[in-house]
């Protein structure tokens, strides 16, 4: 039997992405903000539909310059989760800043909205939600938080691609979100992610932070990294984005499939998230209750044995990882990481095959 993995990158047509990328060997201009840039920056702010969009490298970079954006006195504290790819907590730490780590709701794995004002002090500055696995926070309990003190909301959105709620795109929410365009991504340029941000001045800051500061050929403005998207993923990114919808209504049929086979299986449930954001099918998070007594990782190691590969997103938590723990402040985080010890994301992509699903689930029953 063939290997199942967690996920497979999606790709566009040989052909039609060998057609798209013969221009660059007549222009030979491969990076700095060329022309296919230029075009998947526009494509994409129109179909995330957020007010103002730059392009970087990849979805960490996004985050970390974001942030810097900002200009927060280093030493700031900044709310955040730590359920969550390590990514987040990197890109605070990077900017000099301390993560504060508020705990989650186990529910549909996002910060607990109801936690985050007891941790405000003086030197809070932000506060840096995820949607995790594409489930939509408390965004207005969030904003109104963030208004009451002054503090600005930058979302880590990389696994929310597409998702809209209550008629908006995700990106257009808080002060900064972020995307990445991962090859793993339900959207993905191979690497690429993106800042989506509400004031629009932002965007002179972002892109000296991504180009070296760079505005002229005798003039450096500023002290900035090399974050910019290069020509062949854009190429990758606008021949990607013309399949998007094909792309989740295959995802979508899956997750329905996994769904009802699900739902015959005892101790097994499935993580829904938020109802009322639209979905982008990005993952398949279930949670091991009870399977017949089996634990978590048993059934994770069990899954192995047969060459299927599912992830622990995300064990352990970033608090508990060995560069971060004991670091920052002790918190109460008891949900964040229970969800952690108990929850699997089940392969899902495009053309996952069906009876790989039915596989997936016999396997589940059997051990049952």
């Given at each position: 039997m063939e290997k199942i993995l967690v996920t497979k990158s999606s790709m566009p047509d040989y052909q039609e992405f060998i057609e798209a990328i013969k221009p660059l060997w007549d222009t030979h201009w491969l990076t700095n903000m060329g022309t296919y840039h230029k075009q998947l920056e526009e494509k994409l702010r129109e179909y995330l539909d957020v007010p103002n969009i730059s392009l970087m490298v990849n979805g960490h970079m996004a985050l970390e310059l974001a942030i810097q954006s900002f200009g927060f006195p280093d030493g700031a504290e900044i709310i955040t989760t730590p359920f969550t790819f390590i990514s987040t907590t990197h890109a605070i730490v990077r900017n000099h800043l301390q993560p504060v780590f508020c705990d989650v709701k186990e529910r549909d794995g996002t910060i607990d909205e109801t936690k985050i004002e007891e941790l405000i002090t003086e030197k809070t500055v932000a506060i840096l939600p995820v949607h995790v696995y594409g489930h939509v926070c408390a965004i207005e309990a969030i904003q109104s938080i963030a208004d009451k003190y002054g503090l600005k909301v930058i979302y880590d959105a990389a696994h929310a691609f597409g998702v809209e709620y209550k008629g908006r795109g995700i990106g257009s929410y808080g002060d900064a979100s972020i995307f990445s365009f991962h090859a793993t991504k339900v959207f993905n340029t191979i690497e690429g992610g993106a800042v989506c941000f509400s004031d629009p001045q932002l965007y002179e800051k972002l892109y000296n932070l991504k180009n070296f500061g760079i505005r002229g050929s005798e003039l450096v403005s500023e002290v900035g990294a090399n974050a910019k998207m290069n020509e062949l993923c854009a190429i990758m990114g606008l021949c990607n984005l013309k399949r998007t919808k094909e792309v989740?209504?295959?995802?979508?049929?899956?997750?329905?499939?996994?769904?009802?086979?699900?739902?015959?299986?005892?101790?097994?449930?499935?993580?829904?998230?938020?109802?009322?954001?639209?979905k982008n099918y990005a993952y398949f998070p279930v949670l091991i209750?009870?399977?017949?007594?089996?634990?978590?990782?048993?059934?994770?190691?069990?899954?192995?044995?047969?060459?299927?590969?599912?992830?622990?997103?995300?064990?352990?938590?970033?608090?508990?990882?060995?560069?971060?723990?004991?670091?920052?402040?002790?918190?109460?985080?008891?949900?964040?990481?229970?969800?952690?010890?108990?929850?699997?994301?089940?392969?899902?992509?495009?053309d996952l095959p069906f009876d790989a699903i039915d596989r997936i689930c016999e396997i589940l029953e059997e051990q049952g």
């Open positions: 989740l209504d295959a995802r979508r049929e899956r997750v329905e499939y996994y769904t009802k086979k699900i739902a015959q299986i005892d101790g097994v449930d499935i993580l829904k998230g938020n109802m009322e954001g639209s209750q009870k399977a017949a007594g089996k634990s978590r990782d048993e059934v994770y190691e069990n899954l192995e044995k047969h060459d299927i590969h599912p992830r622990k997103y995300f064990y352990p938590i970033a608090s508990d990882q060995a560069c971060f723990k004991n670091k920052y402040k002790k918190i109460d985080v008891a949900a964040a990481r229970s969800l952690s010890e108990r929850v699997l994301t089940f392969p899902l992509y495009e």
